[in-house]
């Protein structure tokens, strides 16, 4: 049967009574939000209820779905022990699931579960769907560092399971919004919070699943958001259909955004298969890109498709500009897909004969070796964004003051651990900020003494 309704909801756990200790309260639009959709999942009497969570098992590169008949799961961790529950999960949906993900080459699945216990992203809101129905069985998901495209298709695979089975089925989205947006609040105040609260709350009550798919990822990072690739993953099972949407409540008086929203199934609509706008549009803007990429992108493009699709590495030839063959300098390739880091590798000073060597070199390690990503496929490749930055000569720098995050790259030294970042990254403001990300990816203390430098770039895009 297709699904009947799907809800996103957030997950503090102090809304409990319990463990708010009078602080609920302060969210009492939330808390009565949460028990509109209680009784309406009790209505409907659901036989499995599908729950997303960012707060299970993430891994950046495979969506997690819980396995074996059951957990356990308690409040410990915030003080109270004694609130616990117990779900059985839908092993036969489970097993449906995974097959259908193996079969759709989308990596998904019950391997790798490092703890067992139920979440808070997902006991939330089963305490308050508790109270009034449990006859029903659990699909736990977590979600993943893949990207947005990813999670809408593996809720499609979720709603093509429940389509073929004969049970009555509900999803919940968990997530909350930003956590930037007080100074007060447990997070502090980025400008990027209220935004994203702003933009994401209007989608969710417009039902317009393709806005969350534009999230810029740097800009979502930046907002400190929770739940978006939840949200994502609810909206792909309800893709190809007609909804009443209802957005019931928006507060954040913690400083964490908390919305509740609803979606009830009430026909078909062709016209909300937001994957297939969103890759048309994508596609769209990487072709206008391809027509005006300049000498040092277009080199790095057919470069990793040469490599990828021919297992050939090209060599210079004597048609490029004279700036790349006869410079020397440090590169940057950077690669995004569906908006997303797909990968980047560079050389703080060169380490070949000139700069199209370099953007040879760093272009293959940057689809290939990123210790962060799994290689990139031919499949990937014409979605693929490319970006070359040339780096100056780094002059040495006594303080922070002389930095300015916009203008110039760091580098952080400490013997033979060094940390780079570039310059005019979004959601990296302050010097502060700029100088930290770099020490942790060098692996050193803010305590140890350390040298830095600074740079400036020429980005290519």
Known sequence: MPIKEAFILPHP????PAI????????????????????????????????????????????HISPGRGASGSF????????????????DFVQQLSLLAEQSNIPAGTLGEKNKNLDHGAMVPLYFVNKYFNDYKLVRISISGLTYI???????????????????????????????LKDEGPYGYREEGPVFDREVTQAMRNGDFLKFMKFDEEFCES??????????????????????????????????????????????????????????????????????????VNLARKTLESYVSNHKKIKKTND????????????????????????????????TSCIAEEIIQNAISAGTEDPRFYPVSEEELPRIIYSVDVLGEPEAIQSMEELD?????????????????LPNLEGINTPLEQVGIALKKAGISEHESYSMERFEVVRHK
């Open 13 to 16: 756990p102090l809304i409990i």
């Open 20 to 63: 708010g200790g009078g602080q609920e309260i302060k969210i009492k639009k939330t808390v009565e939000a949460y028990e509109k959709v209680a009784h309406r999942i009790a209505e409907i009497k659901p036989d499995t209820i599908v729950l997303t969570t960012p707060h299970s098992i993430m891994y950046s590169d495979y969506i």
């Open 76 to 91: 410990k961790e915030f003080g109270h022990g004694q609130i616990s529950m117990h779900v059985e999960y839908d092993v």
């Open 150 to 180: 990813d999670h809408y298709s593996f809720g499609k695979l979720i709603s093509k399971v429940s389509d073929e089975s004969s049970k009555n089925v509900v999803f919940i989205a968990s997530g909350d919004l930003s956590h930037m």
């Open 223 to 296: 907002a400190a958001e929770c739940g978006l690739r939840s949200f994502i993953t609810m909206a792909g099972s309800l893709d190809g259909k007609e909804l009443k949407s209802e957005l019931l409540s928006y507060e954040g008086p913690f400083g964490v955004g908390y919305a509740v929203a609803a979606y009830e199934v009430t026909g078909n609509d062709s016209k909300r298969h937001f994957d297939e706008v969103y890759k048309k549009e994508e596609q769209s803007k990487i072709e206008n890109l391809k027509k005006e990429e300049d000498s040092y």
């Open 320 to 351: 490029l500009d004279d700036e790349l063959l006869k410079n020397k300098a440090g590169v940057f390739v950077s690669l995004k897909l569906d908006g997303q880091l797909r990968g980047c590798i560079g050389t703080i000073a060169p380490t």
């Open 405 to 421: 995050p916009e203008r110039y790259g760091v580098i952080v030294t400490k013997g033979t651990r060094r940390g780079l970042l």
